[in-house]
């Protein structure tokens, strides 16, 4: 009688039970680095807008707006009344009707800040005073992003263990 070259039922169960608790086993450490990836994401979409609305200043040579998505009854893009970044983000220089990007919204991202817009004059400094405006971003990861502005407009962040 021949041998067949195939697996019997029996080690098929065997590998497929292997394989099922190395994957339970991976699996945190995955749904982490997803987690994570989110929060790099999401910080570095608001650094790009924060860039794109000091580069939109110096190249308009005139004040350049970010701030916080909303929208009004309408339906239309307004700058939201409170600190709530999550919802997302307009870069404008002529108003909000003429914006030139908009953020989409972040998820499970939550935004700790008590910046309600960063405005960005003529000559690149960030208008409002001395002082670094931050953005604390926190997901499901274990780490936080912060996201200073400083008064010369220069953006730095830094991952921390919490929000300040």
């Known amino acids: 009688m021949r041998k067949s070259g195939g697996f019997t039922l029996v080690e098929l169960f065997i ?84 914006a030139v990007r908009v953020g989409d919204p972040m998820g499970d991202i939550t935004v700790d800040t008590e910046v309600e817009e960063v405005t960005f004059e003529a000559t690149g400094r960030r208008g409002g005073g001395a002082g670094d405006l931050t953005f604390c971003l926190a997901g499901r990861a274990d780490t936080v992003r912060s996201i200073g502005v400083g008064p010369l407009g220069r953006v730095a962040t830094e991952v921390l263990e919490e929000c300040p």
């Open 15 to 98: 590998a497929m039970a292997v394989a099922a608790v190395l994957l339970a086993l991976a699996a945190p450490a995955f749904l982490d680095t997803i987690a994570r990836a989110r929060l790099d994401s999401a910080s570095s979409s608001l650094v790009g807008a924060i860039q794109l609305a000091r580069s939109e200043a110096i190249k308009r040579a005139r004040l350049a707006t970010l701030c916080s998505r909303s929208e009004n009854d309408d339906g239309d893009l307004v700058c939201g009344d409170d600190d709530d970044w999550a919802d997302g983000w307009i870069v404008f220089s002529d108003g909000v009707a003429d």
